[in-house]
């Protein structure tokens, strides 16, 4: 993150200054003049809830207290505001902002991670970008007594982690196959302290990883199975959390190949993987006291090659056969050896996140993830909670037995779509074959790659997982 963040004790009487207000009377305390408050006064009688001030030795912004009642919705309301005042500050060419309130300190917490998460810009490939015309500004000084280092630097590492997951996210394939992300892991493992182990072909192979396999014959590029780990002294678990994440670095479709207008952002068909990384990122820097696991399959799907046809029946890593009706039903092929892998660990949890149905991205679109699982009511809740709180909010569909008969084959042991209804959900249910522990499975399809700006979350790449899963097992480390 190229902000910095900063305390202080008082505020600087010649800087930049926005203040969250406890109350409209107390924007008073900070005029220069009856007509600068009067002119608040009437700005925030008339619901403007962002009002600024131009004082010429310095800019002065009030933010109205948030009117919603539930903790959730206020979160919210914070860091769209921060993404308000983002736009503000780059307008007006603003090098460093001051930051205060006399309520209480998550408010200023939710606001500067709206707005540190709205000064991402995914530059590299311009020419003409520097980094100091990129930033949204310079500085962030935040000025509160009961403000712990502890916490601000919380919110800063997580911003940074999910900064992470969007460059991964918005990486061309071209500079980011299965192998370029694994090492992009191994060095952020290194430089943060977490194991990083990828298998290369061989070792796919003779793992049986035949999902895996398949998807990665039409490519010239190898596959990588990644496994991150992450095992502090004092975990509070003693059975690990698996995040399974899906990594397939580009998607045609295959043979069943993809309108043109479909693959235009195939490339974040690693979101999945991308959440898991940030997550794991986020988790290490904060030192959560979490045993974590993280298995994340990579391959681009591509129709070259050996490509596997319509009409093939491959074998899973645990044996199963699957007959694949359909090549761009790919990601739970990859993602069903993960889940087989992930038995060797006995988990106290499995989460899987993945881009992996249009359906899921029509049912719910961009406002929210669709959610299954076998994991007990606790734990389905604590993570319902936790998309909340972030704002990444879950939805859970029914896991029916009469979805399975939806994959039934006529020559294998299951097939690898369930036709045109309920799309999301014979998805998980494919998934849910392969699990034998708590399982919970994430669509971020509609979610991780945004084609228009939703506020702080962006265009493009959201990093959509990552505070969520963050937040979840932040949760769990109490």
């Known amino acids: 993150m190229s902000v910095m963040l900063k305390q202080a004790k008082e505020v600087k009487k010649n800087a930049p200054l926005a203040v969250l207000l406890a109350s409209q009377e107390e924007a008073s305390g900070y005029c220069q003049n009856e007509a600068e408050k009067q002119y608040v006064k009437k700005k925030l009688k008339d619901k403007i809830r962002l009002v600024s001030v131009n004082q010429y030795e310095r800019m002065l912004f009030f933010i109205a207290p948030a009117e919603e009642q539930e903790s959730h919705l206020k979160r919210e309301y914070y860091r769209k505001k921060g ?42 490939y311009k020419s003409a970008v520097k980094e100091k015309d990129a930033r949204v500004f310079e500085a962030l000084t935040i000025i509160h007594p009961n403000l712990k280092k502890k ?16 460059d991964l996210v918005n990486e061309p394939v071209v500079t980011l196959s299965a192998e370029q992300l694994s090492k992009s892991l191994r060095k952020a493992g290194k430089e943060l302290g977490f194991k990083v182990e990828v298998f290369g072909k061989d070792k796919i ?50 043979l069943s190949l993809k309108p043109s207008n479909s693959m235009m952002m195939m490339k974040s068909d690693m979101g999945g993987a991308a959440a898991v990384a940030g997550a794991f990122m986020a988790t290490v820097k904060n030192k959560l006291p979490i045993h974590l696991v993280g298995l994340i399959p990579s391959t681009d799907n ?32 990859i993602l069903a050896d993960a889940l087989v892998y992930a038995k060797k660990y006995e988990p106290e949890l499995v989460i899987d996140l993945a881009t992996l149905t249009g359906a899921a991205a029509m049912a719910l679109g961009k406002e929210g993830i669709v959610m299954m699982g076998t994991a007990d009511e606790k734990t389905k809740q604590q993570l319902k909670n936790a998309g909340n709180e972030t704002y990444e909010r879950l939805v859970e569909f029914p896991l029916w037995d009469e979805y399975r008969e939806y994959l039934n084959s006529d020559i294998a042991d299951l097939k690898n779509i369930g036709g045109r209804m309920a799309g999301a959900i014979t998805a998980a249910v494919f998934l849910k ?22 506020f702080y979350k962006g265009k493009n790449g959201s990093g959509a997982g990552v505070r969520l899963l963050y937040q979840f097992l932040k949760t769990l480390a109490k």
């Open 205 to 254: 192979r003779a793992l049986k990883m035949g999902g895996l396999l398949a998807v990665n014959a039409g490519s010239v590029d190898p596959p990588a199975f990644i496994v991150l780990e992450y095992k502090p002294d004092k975990a509070v678990n003693k059975k690990p959390y698996v995040l399974v994440g899906k990594g397939v670095t580009y998607d045609t479709g295959g």
């Open 433 to 454: 074959h392969f699990t034998a522990y708590p399982w919970i499975h994430m669509d971020i399809a509609g979610s991780a790659f945004l084609e228009t700006p939703d």
């Open 302 to 333: 591509r129709p070259g090659g050996n490509a596997i046809t319509p009409g093939d029946v491959i074998s899973i890593s645990d044996g199963s056969t699957v007959e694949v009706l359909n090549t761009d039903a790919e990601g739970r092929l």
């Open 83 to 124: 993404f308000e005042l983002a736009n503000i500050i780059r307008s007006e060419q603003l090098e460093d902002l001051q930051l205060t309130t006399t309520s209480d300190v998550q408010p200023l917490l939710d606001f500067s991670e709206g707005l540190l998460l709205s000064s991402y810009s995914f530059d590299k």
């Open 151 to 166: 916490a601000l630097e919380e919110v800063s590492k997580l911003v940074d982690a999910t900064f992470y997951a969007r």
